[in-house]
């Protein structure tokens, strides 16, 4: 079954507004999530990764949320603008050499002007 | 920005041939990883490598595809006799060991 869930396929924000994006995970091993980007006929790129360790980690306009108890983890993007309009996959999997990932099926974002 | 290369970005071909793809890592990425993104966007993971070595795969990769990682020339991903719902994006991802993976642009098969 699917180990990694994005439970909303599509989001549209105003610009200037928050855009809030979810992922549930099943397994208690994880301890690495990160949160990828994709446009259309692209290949993923990481915007932002946290470790179990902590429950928050900002970078610019973006913060990932970790819950660990609940096993969901969010990105917010402050300030959204037309061009973050893309797929947003969440990944989770274990630290070690070589782990495996596991993505979501991914949510598209739209950020209307 | 990634600069894992993969050739080719497009391949057709017809039920029971062989379809290749390669991959070229990151300069300095030992760990090499082969997911499979199929039409509902679900990503499946197919096999990883340390250097040369395989460090996982699954059953399907192990039956139905060829893959390996040589040094000093692209990976591959081969699979033997392909099937329709072989269709898909696969994607090469590189890694310098413990977690953060950096995506090529993909082989999008077509197998009509």
């Known amino acids: 079954g699917q180990q990694v869930k994005q439970s909303s396929p599509s989001l549209t924000v105003q610009e200037g507004g928050i855009s809030i994006l979810n992922c549930d995970y099943e397994n208690d091993m994880f301890d690495y999530f990160a949160w990828y980007k994709k446009y259309p006929d692209n290949s993923p790129t990481l915007l932002i990764s946290?470790?179990?360790?902590?429950d928050k980690r900002e970078d610019g306009r973006l913060t990932v949320f970790l819950n660990k108890s609940g096993k969901h983890f969010s990105l917010h993007i402050t300030a959204s603008q037309p061009e973050d309009t893309a797929v947003y996959l969440c990944a989770a999997g274990q630290q070690g050499t070589g782990s495996k990932l596991s993505f979501g099926k991914g949510a598209k974002l739209t950020v209307s002007p | 920005n990634s600069k894992v290369i993969q050739t080719p970005r497009y391949l057709v071909k017809g039920q029971g041939q062989k379809a290749k793809m390669r991959c070229i890592p990151e300069k300095g990425h030992p760990v090499v990883f082969w997911y499979q993104q199929n039409k509902n966007n679900e990503f499946k993971f197919l096999i990883n490598f340390q250097n040369q070595e395989v460090l996982q795969q699954i059953d399907m990769t192990e039956k139905r595809f060829s893959a390996e990682c040589p040094s000093n020339s692209p990976c591959s991903l081969e699979i033997q006799s392909s099937e329709a719902g072989d269709s898909a994006l696969y994607l090469c991802?590189?890694?310098?060991?413990?977690?953060?993976?950096?995506f090529g642009p993909g082989t999008r098969l077509l197998v009509l």
């Open positions: 946290v470790r179990s360790n902590v």
């Open positions: 991802a590189s890694s310098r060991g413990a977690d953060t993976q950096y």
